[in-house]
């Protein structure tokens, strides 16, 4: 197909290099958080649509009439029924195999979901699916007000992703942010010290200061300027919030009304308020255009879409009367966008900040219940200090990013990635019709046992260079542990702010976990659920 023109001068002005056609199956090098980069699989030969088996042979639950795919779980009349969160979709892959289909008797969209990262790459590189489109969603509707394109899926659209994708990938570029990184990731290890109360416990205010952390630092990564949200002391421990019980305690920022809060601090606010609604991104059916969470939510939307454009503008104005700084760098490629700029950095926004966050407290979680592994770390990160005290240059903290890896590879945020068929196709054999959505269930793939061994235990060893041949990440297929999905744009820059957080926050303290295990839940990403039993003790 002929590219259009406004496409190709897009390509062109954020990469600065020859416009080269996107190929998915070469992307799983450049994404995967497997360091196996090369000598994939050869591609397949799809079998002709009539030796094909038809999509009704796939195995899966029987079809409920008149209710949804979710009355699987129900208590008493589901089949999985015991299972939660992440664990229906392994429960699924056990019984019925790599392919399972879910169907709803009175429904015309069925669902398949795909077990295998070599089935997977089929379904990557068909150019035969899309992202589902949620026409008539809240958020949609709020971007056809605001005559916006994002995230509409056109092919000018397609291409500025694809170009940012491949920005936040090149490491020479992602070096321009380590300095800003590091200094956003003082400020909230030193908000954090700050937290504790009695017994070095965190009180009920950590959620929040990781959600600052996460828009401070994806803001830094967008527009070049730190937004805010570290500014000042973090909310004293008092005897309201002193202990972490489930609906003790508010977050500081619903204390006060929006004209007591900075610009950052009325967008963090604004960005829990539409995590917490996560669902309104998507949901069509469920809700109507003339009810009060409908038009709330448009009002949401439109009060961070306002707070979007207050920073760019901010941002722009620096970035044209000031020296080009190392971590402007993107604003600066994206500049030929003009306009397109704040609906693009708005969807940055609000898709990253509440995946980033959670990753980040899935990551603590890990390292607090492995004190060898956290204490490897620790010293890993004093040693880079003193090297760099001593004249030398920085070096890569390679342990302390092996566990990152390793805390997203077990706990990945999101299930899978969602694909939608829009012609008919063949998958493992199968015709898949047009219509399907196909979910791509990286999670289940990244805990498989004959892809990692041990593939449930903790082992950040697997992502290092030396030893541990038998557990080594690059044994696993590329796309068996995607926690972003393949083609999202924070694959190559997420880990260096997790990172970035990590060293600062080992490097004064030692994360150790006082309570029950923690309750799972899937809701809009795979989270802890609250409260939060760390307990932040003073490194030796």
Request: aromatic letters at 6%.
């Amino acid at each position: 197909m002929k590219m259009s023109k406004s496409s190709f001068l897009i390509r062109q002005s954020l990469l600065n290099r020859p416009c080269r056609r996107h190929i998915a199956g070469s992307s799983s090098s450049r994404t995967s958080t497997s360091p196996q980069r090369q000598n994939l699989v050869a591609p397949v030969f799809m079998p002709a649509m009539a030796t094909a088996k038809s999509f009704s042979e796939i195995p899966g639950p029987m079809a409920l009439p008149m209710l949804r795919h979710s009355a699987h779980i129900l208590p008493r009349i589901g089949s999985f029924h015991h299972a939660v969160g992440l664990g229906v979709l392994e429960s699924l892959r056990d019984k019925y195999g790599d392919l399972v289909r879910l169907t709803k008797a009175s429904r015309s969209r069925p669902t398949l979901y795909v077990f295998d990262p070599e089935i997977m790459r089929e379904v990557y590189e068909s150019r035969s699916t899309e992202p589902p489109r949620f026409d008539r969603s809240p958020l949609c509707q709020h971007r056809k007000n605001v005559g916006s394109n994002c995230p509409i899926h056109s092919d000018d659209t397609k291409a500025i992703w694809t170009g940012i994708r491949m920005l936040l990938q090149e490491g020479a570029l992602l070096k321009n942010y380590e300095a800003a990184f590091d200094d956003i990731a003082a400020d909230v290890t030193r908000r954090l010290g700050e937290l504790r109360q009695e017994g070095a416990s965190l009180n009920v205010e950590l959620e929040s200061e990781i959600y600052r952390w996460a828009i401070e630092t994806i803001g830094m990564m967008i527009f070049g300027i730190r937004l805010g949200c570290l500014d000042g002391s973090a909310h004293a421990p008092n005897p309201e919030n002193k202990n972490p019980e489930p609906g003790k305690g508010t977050c500081s920022l619903y204390n006060k009304s929006h004209e007591e809060l900075t610009a950052a601090e009325r967008l963090v606010r604004c960005s829990r308020d539409i995590t917490r609604g996560s669902f309104l991104t998507r949901s069509e059916d469920t809700l109507k255009t003339e009810s009060s969470t409908f038009n709330n939510a448009l009002k949401t939307f439109d009060r961070h879409f306002s707070l979007t454009e207050h920073f760019l503008l901010k941002a722009l104005y620096e970035l044209n009367s000031d020296k080009l700084k190392p971590e402007q760098v993107l604003l600066d490629k994206l500049r030929p966008l003009e306009r397109r700029i704040l609906p693009v950095a708005a969807d940055i926004l609000l898709a990253g900040v509440d995946p980033l966050a959670h990753s980040a407290l899935s990551m603590f979680y890990h390292l607090s219940l492995h004190a060898a592994q956290q204490q490897r770390a620790h010293d890993e990160v004093i040693w880079a200090e003193a090297s760099k005290d001593a004249g030398a240059q920085h070096p890569e903290l390679s342990y302390v990013a092996a566990c990152t890896r390793e805390a997203m590879r077990l706990h990945p945020i999101t299930g899978g990635v969602v694909r939608r068929s829009k012609e008919s196709l063949i998958v493992a054999g199968y015709e898949i019709p047009e219509g399907v959505d196909i979910v791509l269930a990286h999670s289940v793939t990244s805990k498989a046992e004959k892809q990692w061994g041990r593939a449930n235990a903790f082992i950040p060893e697997r992502w290092c260079s030396e030893g541990w041949q038998p557990l080594r990440a690059s044994r696993a297929h590329p796309l068996a542990s995607m926690p972003f999905g393949e083609t999202c744009p924070a694959t190559g820059v997420a880990g260096k702010m997790l990172t970035s957080l990590t060293a600062r926050i080992l490097e004064k303290y030692r994360l150790e976990w006082h309570g029950p295990l923690p309750k799972m839940t899937t809701d809009g990403v795979n989270k802890i659920q609250p409260p939060y039993y760390f307990v932040l003790q003073n490194a030796a």
